[in-house]
């Protein structure tokens, strides 16, 4: 049973930084497509940056988190992360961890076959 735990989320003010983390267990397999998504009171959950195995390590990343966001894997560990600087209030979101054997079109939350529970991430102005 592959279970996604994310961890990391918390309360900080504008222009500030954290680090969201993600096991997957249970998930053995040395291909994969792993992605974090976001979604904001009243709104429609979004792609925010992915990282697959194809293409050696070929991360993604949606245009508002572009130069500020930085998805990262240690394989060794199993873990997914993402580097999140100079946040803004609109960034405040739970936050969601995805895994997928291979993602097509890696923004599109159909694409994953596996969810964690959220971590959330609140940005003050």
């Known amino acids: 049973q592959v279970q996604p735990v994310e961890s990391g989320g918390g309360s900080v003010q504008a222009g500030g930084s954290l680090t969201l983390s993600c096991v997957a267990s249970?998930?053995?397999?040395?291909?994969?497509?792993m992605g974090w998504f976001r979604q904001a009171p009243g709104k429609e959950r979004e792609g925010v940056a992915a990282?697959?195995?194809?293409?050696?390590?070929?991360?993604h990343y949606a245009d508002s988190v572009k130069g500020r966001f930085t998805i990262s894997k240690d394989n060794a560990k199993n873990t997914l992360y993402l580097r999140m600087n100079s946040l803004k209030p609109e960034d405040t979101a739970m936050y969601y961890c995805?895994?997928?054997?291979?993602?097509?079109?890696?923004?599109?939350?159909?694409?994953?076959?596996?969810w964690g529970q959220g971590t959330q991430v609140t940005v003050s102005s």
């Open positions: 249970g998930y053995t397999y040395s291909v994969y497509c």
């Open positions: 990282i697959e195995s194809a293409g050696g390590g070929a991360t």
């Open positions: 995805a895994v997928v054997l291979w993602c097509g079109t890696w923004y599109l939350e159909d694409e994953y076959k596996y």
